[in-house]
C-alpha cells in the first residue's frame, strides 16, 4: 500500500491582480492586472468588496498578449459578497475590473492561484447539501414559487402597439404630427421614420392612440426597436418610450423614456411635468453613447422601481421608495423629435417596432354593475379597463349610450336601442382606455353590465 504521509499546498496570492487601489477617473474607473502563469494551477480564487457596482472579468490567455480568448463575466453589486473559483485552463491569467465611471471609495480586489481546488460553493446548506440559489436572471430579477411547490409563471400580454406594415400610418392606432421645414413622419419598409427638418423649433410627434392598463401586482414592461441616423446633432432632442399627456398628448406630463438631447444620452423619468433627467447610469452597461445600428430598448417599471434595458443589459434602475415615480401607472407609447434651433441638416430616427406589454395574464377578475330604474347617467370607472359584456334583464326604456371617458359624452363605443331584441347577453370584450360611463334614455331599463 503506497499513500501520502503529508501534503503541502502552496496557494500564492497573486500580486499583479490584486489591488486595493480606488477606480477613479484617474485610471479610467479600471483595474487590469497583468498576467500571470497558471501552468501547474487549478483554481484560480477571485474575491472583490467595493462601494459600487461593478463588472469583473476573469480573462484567460495562451500566449498572455494580445490573445484574452476566454473570458468569465460576473456583475458585483456594491457592498455585496464575491467571490469565485474559476478552472484555470490556459497558461496566462489576468483579471479586469470596472465601474460605470463611478469612483470608489471602497476597493479589495485580491486573486489568488491554487494548485489544488475544486470549484464549487464556498459553503454547503445545512444538511451537507449543495445550495441551490433560487434562479436569477441579468437583470436581477428572481424566479418564485406558489407555497405547494409549483413555479409562478406568466404569459405576457400586449396591450399596445401595432406593426407597420404598408406606406400608410393606421390612424386607429397612432397619432403623428410633423411640423417645419423639411419635417415629416413616414411609413415605409416595415419601420416609421422621423425626420426632425432643421426649422427652429420644428417638432415630430408619434404616440399610441391607446394606453396600457397597469393592474396592481403585476411588472409592465416597453420595448421598442430604435434605429438612430446618427449619434447626436446640436440643437434636437430626440425621446422614445412611455409617455402620458394629463392634458393632452404629444405634451408628455409623466412617464420614462431614452433622450438624445445634441450627443448627451440620458435616461428620464417624468412626474407632473418635471423631468429626472440621469447621465451617470448605476447599471452595468456603463456610459452608454448610442450607435447608428439598430438597437433594443426596454424599460420595465411597476409602482416602485423603472428598469431601463439597453440590448438585454441593465443601463439604469430608478427607485420611488418615499414618492410615487409618476402620477399614473397607465402609459401610451411615444417617441418624437425637436428642435431648439436651426439644423444645418435633418436627423432621422427610425421605429422598426414599439409595443407595450403586461407582465401577466390580459384580463382580471370582473366586476358587475347594474342599471335599473329611471334616466340617468353612470360612471362605472374613473381609469382604463375592459368591457365584457352587457346582460339584458329587460327591453324597457329608449336606448343606452357607452362612452369612454371619465366625463362628458364622447367618444362614443355604441349605442343600443332597447327592445325585444335586445333582451340577453351582449358581448363586447373590448378595452376602454379613459373610463366607462353609460347613458340610459327611458325609465325601467334593467341591465348588468360586466367589466374590469
Not at 479610467?28 to 472583490?48: E, K
Not at 458585483?76 to 473559483?85: E, M
Not at 392606432?173 to 425626420?195: D, E, K, P, V, Y
Not at 330604474?373 to 353612470?378: I, K, L, Q, Y
Amino acid at each position: 500500500m503506497s499513500y501520502f504521509s503529508h501534503i503541502k499546498q502552496e496557494v500564492v496570492a497573486d500580486a499583479n491582480n490584486s489591488s486595493t487601489t480606488n477606480l477613479a477617473v484617474g485610471n479610467t474607473y479600471t483595474f487590469t492586472g497583468t498576467a500571470s502563469s497558471t501552468l501547474g494551477v487549478v483554481g484560480i480564487q477571485v474575491s472583490l468588496y467595493a462601494d459600487k457596482n461593478c463588472i469583473v472579468k476573469i480573462e484567460q490567455s495562451p500566449d498572455s498578449t494580445p490573445h484574452w480568448d476566454l473570458i468569465d463575466t460576473y456583475y458585483y453589486t456594491a457592498l455585496g459578497n464575491f467571490g469565485v473559483t474559476v478552472q484555470a485552463i490556459s497558461s496566462y491569467v489576468r483579471v479586469v475590473v470596472t465601474t460605470n465611471s463611478e469612483t470608489t471609495t471602497t476597493f479589495r480586489l485580491q486573486t489568488a492561484l491554487c494548485p489544488i481546488a475544486e470549484p464549487l460553493p464556498r459553503s454547503l446548506d445545512h444538511r451537507g447539501n449543495l445550495k441551490i440559489a433560487t434562479p436569477v436572471d441579468e437583470y436581477g430579477f428572481g424566479s418564485e414559487n406558489t407555497p405547494m411547490g409549483e413555479m409562478r409563471v406568466i404569459q405576457p400580454s400586449r396591450l399596445v402597439g401595432a406593426g407597420f406594415e404598408g406606406t400608410t400610418i393606421d390612424a386607429r392606432f397612432w397619432t403623428t404630427a410633423a411640423s417645419g421645414t423639411a419635417a415629416t413622419i413616414a411609413q415605409a419598409n416595415a419601420q416609421l421614420l422621423l425626420t426632425s427638418g432643421t426649422a427652429n423649433a420644428a417638432t415630430v410627434t408619434a404616440f399610441s392612440l391607446r394606453r396600457s392598463r397597469y393592474v396592481s401586482g403585476t411588472g409592465m414592461r416597453y420595448r421598442s426597436v430604435i434605429q438612430l441616423g446618427d449619434t447626436g446633432t446640436a440643437n434636437n432632442k430626440r425621446r422614445w418610450g412611455i409617455g402620458f399627456g394629463s392634458t393632452a398628448m404629444p405634451t408628455v406630463t409623466d412617464g420614462a423614456y431614452f433622450q438624445l438631447s445634441g450627443t448627451t444620452f440620458s435616461v428620464v423619468t417624468c412626474k407632473g411635468g418635471s423631468e429626472a433627467t440621469v447621465t451617470s447610469f448605476n447599471g452595468y452597461l456603463g456610459q452608454y453613447t448610442p450607435t447608428t445600428s439598430a438597437t433594443t430598448y426596454e424599460i420595465y417599471w411597476t409602482n416602485s422601481k423603472v428598469w431601463f434595458v439597453i440590448g438585454d443589459t441593465i443601463q439604469d434602475t430608478r427607485s420611488a421608495s418615499t414618492a410615487t415615480w409618476p402620477n399614473t401607472m397607465c402609459f401610451q407609447i411615444f417617441m418624437d423629435s425637436l428642435n431648439s434651433s436651426v439644423l444645418g441638416a435633418s436627423v432621422t430616427m427610425a421605429v422598426r417596432t414599439a409595443s407595450i406589454y403586461r407582465l401577466g395574464q390580459m384580463e382580471t377578475q370582473p366586476n358587475y354593475y347594474r342599471v335599473s330604474g329611471a334616466a340617468a347617467t353612470h360612471v362605472l370607472k374613473l381609469a382604463s379597463g375592459i368591457l365584457h359584456k352587457i346582460i339584458f334583464n329587460n327591453t324597457s326604456g329608449t336606448s343606452i349610450t357607452i362612452v369612454d371617458n371619465v366625463t362628458g359624452v364622447t367618444p362614443v363605443v355604441g349605442i343600443i336601442t332597447t327592445a325585444t331584441a335586445a333582451l340577453g347577453s351582449w358581448d363586447y370584450s373590448l378595452p376602454f382606455n379613459t373610463g366607462l360611463i353609460l347613458i340610459t334614455i327611458g325609465d325601467n331599463l334593467d341591465a348588468t353590465i360586466v367589466y374590469e
